[in-house]
């Protein structure tokens, strides 16, 4: 009796196969973006130099969106897509909240998020597999899934103590967006080939938020690119004048910062790899060196200390995977890392008025914010005050005296304390316990007989290490810096496609045992 033979095209379209040319939808999708970028060029938004740097930018997304339907699978570019626009911030506002007095740091408004579409696309094609019986198993997250679980529980009781309620069903929507990239990203990508665009994708987004950030820099002021996310530059003061911060197309500098901080270690991993182009081995070294020059362009000194920690870190355990002794993995990168700290200082006055200026107070104004917070806990400890209502109660727990009037207006600059104050203490303790499940997860991902794999997942370990070091000391949540979640999510990707890869061993294995 004949059996039905695998279908040659993947339905579900992550499985790394080829498939069939898809002419057609590629020549669709290039004549509806190369009309798409016209008319936009043509409206009263047009005429200017950037409307065509965005022309330009659109007609080679869709070139680049034609070649991958042609070659690869609709819902493999969707993910790939996905993945490469996950921290950018490119919305429609469909209503806007009215104006508040209270910075509370919430959402403009109802927007409509590139991230919904790929959501939609991408869980709707996972649901149609299902209801087809034609999905590939799902891997399993595990215990982080659980404590996932229950911080969506804990954050969903912000009506208790809300001030504003419109503003904290947004960013409870905001906060299920992201968990659900998180589930898709996690239990569905295993595929290689979608890793390593990532992988380029993520370097890719280094080189143009860095060009953007060295023209602020270089224009003093920002560059008209305010309809993608650009905001003024920051100016920090010191003393005899004042330092220009730039922040790209990410606002607050120390935000680019911390994005740089997050994805620092891939560049320098990939550049680490035994087998390896010239050519490649060569874009991966430049993108660590223009990464990290825009890093000292935000002027953010948490990030310089993370960004070393990333580098050593990184550099240790690539090299001791390939067997080099510590001499080599440890005290040259040591040694050269001090010499570069103490060449910058001395020859860049910015850096030294940053480290040696009086700052006016901004480290030492971190402690009565802690303070402030455990107050609100210690009062709100079940319940918290709700999703994006912390400065609207600072003044009811505040603890400052006049040296430090900032506190008054700026949310506690630690992510842990900022998370627990406005879902509770099951909301922080959970939010604990989901990092402790991921990290534990990718500790041993060096072990990995794939070198891109195993080098990927020290890369994406180390950046969420840094990152979870930087939220202690500024305003990073998982609703303020939403890229980690793409990164929490890659740790269960590289062990996916490393249990992929074990499986098709395994199988190629078994005709030949037989």
Same mark, same amino acid.
């Given at each position: 009796?004949?059996?039905?033979?695998?279908?040659?095209?993947?339905?579900?379209?992550?499985?790394?196969?080829?498939?069939?040319?898809?002419?057609?939808?590629?020549?669709?999708?290039?004549?509806?973006?190369?009309?798409?970028?016209?008319?936009?060029?043509?409206?009263?938004?047009?005429?200017?130099?950037?409307?065509?740097?965005? +022309?330009?930018?659109?007609?080679?997304?869709?070139?680049?969106?034609?070649?991958?339907?042609?070659?690869?699978?609709?819902?493999?570019?969707?993910?790939?897509?996905?993945?490469?626009?996950?921290?950018?911030?490119?919305?429609?506002?469909?209503?806007?909240?009215?104006?508040?007095?209270?910075?509370?740091?919430?959402?403009?408004?109802?927007?409509?998020? /590139?991230?919904?579409?790929?959501?939609?696309?991408?869980?709707?094609?996972?649901?149609?597999?299902?209801?087809?019986?034609?999905?590939?198993?799902?891997?399993?997250?595990?215990?982080?899934?659980?404590?996932?679980?229950?911080?969506?529980?804990?954050?969903?009781?912000?009506?208790? /103590?809300?001030?504003?309620?419109?503003?904290?069903?947004?960013?409870?929507?905001?906060?299920?967006?992201?968990?659900?990239?998180?589930?898709?990203?996690?239990?569905?990508?295993?595929?290689?080939?979608?890793?390593?665009?990532?992988?380029?994708?993520?370097?890719?987004?280094?080189?143009?938020?860095?060009?953007?950030?060295?023209?602020?820099?270089?224009?003093?002021?920002?560059?008209?690119?305010?309809?993608?996310?650009?905001?003024?530059?920051?100016?920090?003061?010191?003393?005899?004048?004042?330092?220009?911060?730039?922040?790209?197309?990410?606002?607050?500098?120390?935000?680019?910062?911390?994005?740089?901080?997050?994805?620092?270690?891939?560049?320098?991993?990939?550049?680490?790899?035994?087998?390896?182009?010239?050519?490649?081995?060569?874009?991966?070294?430049?993108?660590?060196?223009?990464?990290?020059?825009?890093?000292?362009?935000?002027?953010?000194?948490?990030?310089?200390?993370?960004?070393?920690?990333?580098?050593?870190?990184?550099?240790?355990?690539?090299?001791?995977?390939?067997?080099?002794?510590?001499?080599?993995?440890?005290?040259?990168?040591?040694?050269?890392?001090?010499?570069?700290?103490?060449?910058?200082?001395?020859?860049?006055?910015?850096?030294?008025?940053?480290?040696?200026?009086?700052?006016?107070?901004?480290?030492?104004?971190?402690?009565?914010?802690?303070?402030?917070?455990?107050?609100?806990?210690? /009062?709100?400890?079940?319940?918290?005050?709700?999703?994006?209502?912390?400065?609207?109660?600072?003044?009811?727990?505040?603890?400052?005296?006049?040296?430090?009037?900032?506190?008054?207006?700026?949310?506690?600059?630690?992510?842990?304390? +900022?998370?627990?104050?406005?879902?509770?203490?099951?909301?922080?303790?959970?939010?604990?316990?989901?990092?402790?499940?991921?990290?534990?997860?990718?500790?041993?991902?060096?072990?990995?007989?794939?070198?891109?794999?195993?080098?990927?997942?020290?890369?994406?370990?180390?950046?969420?290490?840094?990152?979870?070091?930087?939220?202690?000391?500024?305003?990073?949540?998982?609703?303020?810096?939403?890229?980690?979640?793409?990164?929490?999510?890659?740790?269960?990707?590289?062990?996916?496609?490393?249990?992929?890869?074990?499986?098709?061993?395994?199988?190629?294995?078994?005709?030949?045992?037989?």
């Amino acid at each position: 009796m004949a059996t039905a033979s695998r279908p040659a095209i993947d339905v579900d379209g992550l499985g790394g196969r080829r498939a069939a040319p898809a002419a057609v939808p590629a020549a669709v999708t290039v004549v509806t973006g190369a009309l798409a970028a016209v008319l936009g060029a043509l409206t009263h938004y047009g005429g200017g130099l950037w409307q065509l740097v965005v +022309l330009i930018a659109i007609l080679i997304c869709m070139g680049l969106a034609a070649w991958l339907l042609t070659y690869r699978q609709f819902i493999q570019l969707v993910a790939i897509l996905f993945a490469f626009t996950f921290p950018m911030r490119l919305n429609v506002e469909l209503w806007p909240f009215p104006q508040i007095r209270v910075r509370s740091g919430m959402p403009p408004g109802v927007a409509l998020w /590139h991230l919904d579409l790929f959501l939609l696309i991408l869980w709707t094609d996972w649901f149609v597999d299902v209801c087809l019986h034609r999905a590939r198993p799902s891997a399993r997250i595990g215990p982080a899934a659980r404590w996932l679980g229950l911080m969506f529980l804990a954050a969903a009781f912000f009506p208790v /103590h809300t001030t504003y309620l419109p503003a904290s069903v947004m960013l409870y929507v905001e906060f299920l967006r992201y968990g659900l990239a998180f589930v898709y990203l996690a239990k569905k990508v295993d595929s290689v080939t979608v890793l390593r665009w990532m992988v380029y994708g993520i370097c890719a987004q280094v080189w143009i938020e860095s060009l953007i950030a060295w023209a602020q820099y270089a224009a003093g002021g920002t560059l008209g690119l305010r309809f993608l996310g650009e905001t003024r530059l920051r100016e920090e003061p010191v003393e005899g004048g004042a330092i220009l911060r730039t922040g790209a197309l990410m606002g607050h500098p120390n935000r680019f910062a911390e994005w740089l901080v997050l994805v620092g270690p891939y560049p320098l991993a990939m550049a680490l790899q035994r087998r390896l182009s010239l050519s490649a081995r060569a874009f991966f070294w430049a993108t660590f060196v223009v990464l990290n020059v825009s890093l000292i362009l935000t002027f953010s000194r948490a990030g310089w200390v993370c960004a070393a920690f990333n580098a050593l870190a990184t550099y240790h355990l690539a090299l001791r995977r390939l067997g080099k002794p510590i001499v080599v993995s440890l005290w040259t990168p040591l040694i050269a890392g001090v010499a570069v700290c103490v060449f910058l200082i001395v020859a860049v006055e910015e850096v030294r008025a940053r480290l040696f200026s009086d700052d006016r107070g901004s480290t030492f104004a971190r402690i009565p914010q802690f303070v402030t917070a455990l107050n609100m806990i210690a /009062h709100r400890p079940f319940f918290g005050v709700g999703l994006g209502s912390y400065s609207a109660n600072i003044h009811r727990f505040a603890n400052f005296d006049g040296r430090y009037l900032s506190t008054l207006y700026f949310r506690v600059h630690n992510g842990l304390l +900022l998370w627990t104050a406005e879902t509770g203490v099951l909301g922080g303790f959970s939010y604990l316990m989901f990092w402790f499940h991921n990290l534990k997860k990718g500790w041993g991902v060096w072990r990995l007989k794939d070198d891109f794999l195993a080098l990927t997942g020290i890369a994406t370990v180390i950046g969420l290490i840094s990152w979870w070091i930087k939220s202690m000391y500024n305003i990073h949540s998982p609703l303020t810096d939403y890229p980690m979640w793409m990164h929490a999510a890659m740790i269960y990707v590289v062990y996916n496609c490393a249990a992929r890869l074990q499986r098709e061993q395994d199988a190629a294995a078994a005709p030949a045992a037989t």
